[in-house]
T-cell receptor, first 113, second 117 residues
């Protein structure tokens, strides 16, 4: 079945550091891929998405490139801020008969001033 | 309006109480979802409504009873809950149902934090 493996956290960085959160997926074919973010005390928000291989999703300074060769969708940001502290979920939407949005385990990110 | 709203924000209830969670969206979406999220875990799908009909029940105990009165509203009726049911309950909606696949983004509400004493 479809699955997502996400880098284990928690991750703690200083402000202005470079961020990478790894995500790899298993699926037959080429599904869309999502990153969701959950700020403390809130629901999930779609951060960015890519709908086909080699697409790059970007939003709020975050980027992720859909790499079919490595079945990866790693999240990156060049200079993180305290306000980026949140939990990040890589997700695989329903694809080829699957019925669920499949989430990774989530990575808790804390940015210190 | 690209918002999913949920009420109440917080709810504390005893094991003998009956309460309801409410969710509303005005994006014209035809699929709506209930998720349960425990601390430090991803959301777990509970129910899916597609065109106001229940299409997926992920083997959820009968003490949780969903209802979709119309295309904009989704309720979750709670009765005789257990302390282990304490969690964040998230509602979401999407333009089409899960089986439409593809670029089917789900929009999430802020959640109701439920505590069962």
């Amino acid at each position: 079945g479809n699955s997502v493996t996400q880098m284990e956290g928690p991750v703690t960085l200083s402000e202005e550091a470079f961020l990478t959160i790894n995500c790899t997926y298993t699926a037959t074919g080429y599904p869309s891929l999502f990153w969701y973010v959950q700020y403390p005390g809130e629901g999930l928000q779609l951060l960015l998405k890519a709908t086909k291989a080699d697409d790059k999703g970007s939003n709020k300074g975050f980027e992720a490139t859909y790499r079919k060769e490595t079945t990866s969708f790693h999240l990156e940001k060049g200079s993180v801020q305290v306000s980026d502290s949140a939990v990040y979920f890589c997700a695989l939407p329903p694809f080829q008969g699957a019925q669920k949005l499949v989430f990774g385990q989530g990575t808790r990110l804390t940015i210190n001033p | 309006d690209t918002e999913v709203t949920q009420t109440p924000k917080h709810l504390v209830m005893g094991m003998t109480n009956k309460k309801s969670l409410k969710c509303e969206q005005h994006m014209g979406h035809r699929a709506m979802y209930w998720y349960k999220q425990k601390a430090k875990k991803p959301p777990e799908l509970m129910f899916v409504y597609s065109y106001e009909k229940l299409s997926i029940n992920e083997s959820v105990p009968s003490r949780f009873s969903p209802e979709c009165p119309n295309s904009s509203l989704l309720n979750l009726h709670l009765h005789a809950l257990q302390p282990e049911d304490s969690a964040l309950y998230l509602c979401a909606s999407s333009q089409a149902d899960l089986l439409a696949g593809g670029n089917n983004e789900q929009f999430f509400g802020p959640g109701t934090r439920l505590t069962v004493l």
